[in-house]
């Protein structure tokens, strides 16, 4: 594979993604259309020369013959060796390419010395996913330098359920807040969904940690919460607890689906109810139910204006657990937030749309840029 006199046509996968995000969130202007994409184009001698003088690091480009190929990866070795031909023949850069177009679109497409430029300096940004693991969307960091840091609130998904435990808000964020110091973590990125966006507030605005940036995605946040099932299992806990078996699983599915828009498929909603089985996982779900309080929230409100972080607020327009006026009442508060809908989905965004919850997450400003994730509370 000989490139050292012909170029090699690169992008970073960080623009991929950029790019299909893109596609996503403008999926009404793209439709079926096609987008050739490439950030730069470098021969072999180039490609080493640049890495080199970026980084400080001696580096030579060394072609690999055919036949050292072959012995690697024989079933496929063909195929490269025709791929490479098919570079030194034609310049895609020049003749295939619109980086005109490319860099329109995206101001930020980055050339082989700009990202290698980049990873040198900001090496691995600290991600915080704050909240339960989620059971079935893998949605994890979307950018390569991020290192991702996981946080199972205690009494939920996959940590320790028994009597005794203090499952508050206050607590949570109590453990959160002494969790970012063990890890040495002063200003994390931080995504939070559901009630993690009451952790993450809570402990940026009372435990006085402090985060990159911040993204809330149909999160409680403050005011009347307490309401519906959640109001009923405070006033009721003990008629809760007595339920049997077939009736807590009946209620906490319909629950879990009542999160959702678009439906849940089978083994997914399975996923979903398998912390909250049996005796242990019955007698958990409503301990924590019964420990969550509108006070903890209310307590920091008169601080959400004092924030100046980026923050970012993402919502399903037909959220039914925390219906749309929420991400209103929030961004009233933090008029310098960004507020992006999501049309056609529900309080389980990472369910309902994980594509356009993503696009978001990985496009844009300095939310997008450093944010990964927060999953949902255990449902």
């Given at each position: 594979m000989r490139i050292r006199q012909h170029r090699?046509?690169?992008?970073?996968?960080?623009?991929?993604?950029?790019?299909?995000?893109?596609?996503?969130?403008?999926?009404?202007?793209?439709?079926?259309?096609?987008?050739?994409?490439?950030?730069?184009?470098?021969?072999?001698?180039?490609?080493?020369?640049?890495?080199?003088r970026v980084t400080g690091v001696p580096s030579t480009y060394l072609p690999m013959p055919h036949a050292e190929l072959h012995a690697v990866v024989p079933e496929f070795s063909h195929d490269y060796a025709a791929m490479f031909q098919f570079f030194a023949d034609r310049d895609v850069y020049t003749q295939d390419r619109?980086?005109?177009?490319?860099?329109?679109?995206?101001?930020?497409?980055?050339?082989?010395?700009?990202?290698?430029?980049?990873?040198?300096?900001?090496?691995?940004?600290?991600?915080?996913?704050?909240?339960?693991?989620?059971?079935?969307?893998?949605?994890?960091?979307?950018?390569?330098n991020r290192r991702v840091y996981v946080f199972d609130h205690l009494g939920f998904g996959q940590s320790d359920q028994r009597e005794g435990q203090d499952l508050s808000l206050t607590a949570h964020a109590g453990n959160f807040a002494r969790l970012l110091d063990h890890w040495e973590l002063p200003r994390p990125s931080v995504v939070a969904h559901d009630i993690g966006g009451a952790v993450a507030l809570r402990t940026l605005l009372l435990e006085k940690r402090s985060y990159r940036d911040l993204t809330l995605f149909d999160a409680v946040s403050g005011g009347e919460w307490e309401r519906g099932l959640f109001q009923l299992i405070l006033e009721h806990a003990d008629v809760f607890h007595q339920l049997l078996d077939y009736a807590h699983e009946a209620?906490?599915?319909?629950?879990?689906?009542?999160?959702?828009?678009?439906?849940?498929?089978?083994?997914?909603?399975?996923?979903?109810?398998?912390?909250?089985?049996?005796?242990?996982?019955?007698a958990a779900f409503y301990r924590q139910y019964s420990q969550i309080r509108q006070a903890d929230t209310a307590a920091y409100e008169r601080l959400l204006g004092t924030m100046t972080l980026p923050v970012r607020i993402i919502w399903g327009r037909e959220d039914r657990i925390l219906p749309p006026e929420y991400a209103e009442w929030l961004h009233a508060r933090v008029p310098h937030a960004e507020l992006h809908w999501i049309d056609g989905a529900g309080h389980l965004l990472q369910e309902d749309a994980p594509g356009r919850l993503t696009a978001h997450l990985v496009q844009g400003g300095a939310p997008g840029r450093d944010a990964c994730r927060v999953d949902p509370r255990g449902n």
């Open positions: 090699l046509p690169l992008v970073a996968l960080d623009d991929i993604a950029w790019f299909a995000c893109h596609m996503f969130v403008h999926w009404q202007s793209w439709g079926a259309r096609d987008l050739a994409v490439i950030g730069d184009s470098l021969s072999g001698d180039e490609i080493a020369a640049t890495f080199a619109d980086i005109n177009l490319l860099r329109r679109l995206h101001p930020g497409l980055m050339t082989f010395e700009g990202l290698a430029a980049a990873h040198r300096l900001e090496g691995m940004r600290p991600t915080v996913l704050l909240g339960i693991r989620h059971p079935a969307t893998g949605l994890g960091c979307p950018r390569p209620l906490v599915a319909s629950h879990i689906r009542h999160a959702t828009h678009v439906g849940l498929r089978p083994e997914v909603l399975d996923a979903h109810l398998a912390p909250w089985r049996g005796a242990d996982g019955q």
